[in-house]
Nanobody, 127 residues
Framework: QVHLVESGGGSVQAGGSLRLSCVAS????????YAWFRQVPGKEREGVAD????????LYADSVKGRFTISVDKAKNTVDLQMNSLKPEDTAMYYC????????????????????WGQGTQVTVSA
C-alpha cells in the first residue's frame, strides 16, 4: 500500500507559476514511478508527467513540455511538479499517482497503469 498526499494548488494568473508537491508513504522503493495527472469535470483524466525514482527518467505530455518540470526527492519520498508559464487551459484538479517501473522506465502515462492515487489539489489559472 502507498499513501499519497498532494499540496501546493491554488489560483494564479496566466503566466504565473505554482509548485505542486506529493508526499508518499507506505511501500516506497527505488523502482517506483511517480506521475502527475489532471482532470477537468466532464473530461478524461490526462497524464501530465512521470518520473522513475531510480533513474530520474522523465516523460512529459506535449501540452506541458518546456513549462513543467517533475522531480523526485528519494530521501523525503516526495515528487514535485514545478509549473511555469501557466495558461488558463492548465486549470484542473491535479493528482499524484504511483506505479511500478519496468527496466528503469515508467509505464505508459495512462491512468490504468498507476495503482495508487492521491486525493488531488486544485489549480486554477485565470486569464
Amino acid at each position: 500500500q502507498v499513501h499519497l498526499v498532494e499540496s501546493g494548488g491554488g489560483s494564479v494568473q496566466a503566466g504565473g507559476s505554482l509548485r505542486l508537491s506529493c508526499v508518499a508513504s507506505g511501500y516506497v522503493y527505488s523502482g517506483n514511478c511517480y506521475a502527475w495527472f489532471r482532470q477537468v469535470p466532464g473530461k478524461e483524466r490526462e497524464g501530465v508527467a512521470d518520473i522513475h525514482s531510480g533513474t530520474n527518467s522523465a516523460l512529459y505530455a506535449d501540452s506541458v513540455k518546456g513549462r513543467f518540470t517533475i522531480s523526485v526527492d528519494k530521501a523525503k519520498n516526495t515528487v514535485d511538479l514545478q509549473m511555469n508559464s501557466l495558461k488558463p487551459e492548465d486549470t484542473a484538479m491535479y493528482y499524484c499517482a504511483t506505479g511500478t517501473g519496468v527496466g528503469g522506465r515508467c509505464p505508459p502515462l495512462e491512468p490504468a497503469e498507476f495503482g495508487y492515487w492521491g486525493q488531488g489539489t486544485q489549480v486554477t489559472v485565470s486569464a
